[in-house]
């Protein structure tokens, strides 16, 4: 059987047939006439924007309206910066900066290397002093002094010197490893526990060499604070003396003997001269008016050791010593 189709339903559909043509092209027209009034209000626009322009008038360019703008140039973005506005309200328009080239392999690298790295900051533990710690600190200090300190009739510790190191170059008894002990490099604590027996419970005796290229200033202030915890420093000089009749030398080893407050208790340094030091050398040199002076002003620990490198680092003792060997 064959479907048949009634008369009224098919005007009904060619109605609705009719009826979406008629508005599809009604919506073409108007779609049409849109545009054509849209490029015909633009079109009069951007004239009046060249008018303004090759007249040069600002008047009829600060009447338009800025959102007009989008219509015209729609392509530049309006992101509302104060610097796009500017360059939309330029009169010439300037061409596109070129856009910078992009780095290669090589410059890159370069840019890396010069580039800040940060700092690794490295945390430092506490002294290992290793099993030595186990001790109890009475068997450290037994040690310490079996170590450091020698018997009474080996006293005082004699610190030689050297005319081929020191007195060719740089001192270096400004050094903590040739100073003090070298126990005393291994560590802070062993330091804090080595020093304050090696310098207290010692006298110390320099060589002539130490004394003459004036490396016991140095050692003073190489041990820092711990020079206030010395009780006496004796210097060894070197005196030449001429014979009778003035052929030759005769040599004698003078001495001079620094005693330090915490030994005579009083808190003043005394000098002592021996061992056949011309006694107006000693004068001329002021050496004692020194000493005098460092008396008025020594305060404290800190004081101590100042005043001892004061004293023996002094230009008024090299001066006399330089004059001994005359």
Known sequence: MSATTSPESGSESESALDRLEREAE???????????????????????????????????????????????????????????????????????????????????????????????????????????????????????????????????????????????????HHLAPVAAPGMASTCHQIRNEVLPIYVAENEFRFDAAMVRNRCVAAWVRCLDCYAGMVRKVTLEVLVLRRDVLGVGTESEMGEVGVECPVARGDGRFEVVFSGGIPRHKVESSKVLELVERVNGEDVGEGGRARGLASIVGCDELAEMIFRCKK
């Open 26 to 172: 009604e919506d073409s027209e108007n779609d049409l006439q849109d545009l054509v009034t849209y490029h015909h209000d633009s079109s009069a626009k951007l004239k009046a924007w060249r008018k303004a322009e090759a007249t040069d008038l600002s008047t009829p360019r600060s009447q338009m309206a800025w959102e007009d703008m989008d219509i015209m140039f729609p392509s530049i973005p309006r992101d509302g910066n104060n610097t796009n506005d500017t360059v939309m309200r330029d009169a010439h328009a300037l061409p596109a900066a070129p856009t910078k080239p992009k780095p290669n392999r090589w410059t890159t690298h370069q840019l890396r290397q010069t580039e800040a790295k940060p700092v690794k900051k490295e945390s430092y533990g506490v002294s290992d002093m290793g099993l030595f710690s186990l001790l109890a600190g009475e068997l450290r200090n037994l040690i310490y002094r079996l170590a450091f300190v020698p018997s009474p009739e080996n006293q005082p510790v004699l610190i030689a010197g050297s005319d081929l190191i020191c007195g060719r170059g740089a001192c270096v």
